[in-house]
């Protein structure tokens, strides 16, 4: 069962190409699902930063508004239990295994979401 019989005109032959068409249509989905997933890992460190650092800039906001600081904490408690479990000590996470972690948490909830929002690109079918 090629690309052909889902419907798609990826799978189309012709004597030149061969099936380097498949292959470049295959490379770009899947260069456009790491794109998704790098940008989705950006958008979650940045958010992080906002959410946790003292350097942030809503730093005094989110010391008297607490909900989404609380439930980011929740988020990541894989992460932090793996920075736990790294650094051997139970009061002092090493961030190493926490920004591994998260790395790890954060892009395969982004992949996942990938598959749903990246598609194929429809290439116009040419009347012959």
Known sequence: M???SLGT???RRDATSGSATVTVVAMSLLR???LFVCA???CVFVFSWFVSAES???QNYFVWHT???NAWGWLNIPPILLGLTLSGDIHNANMVGVVLGMIVQWGVV???L???VVRPVAKSRQKS
Do not use: E
């Open 2 to 4: 090629g690309l052909r």
């Open 9 to 11: 005109s990826a799978g």
């Open 32 to 34: 456009r699902r790491f």
């Open 40 to 42: 989705a890992l950006a």
């Open 56 to 58: 942030s800039p809503l």
């Open 67 to 69: 909900a989404v600081p």
């Open 110 to 112: 982004a992949f996942l």
């Open 114 to 116: 990938s598959l749903l």
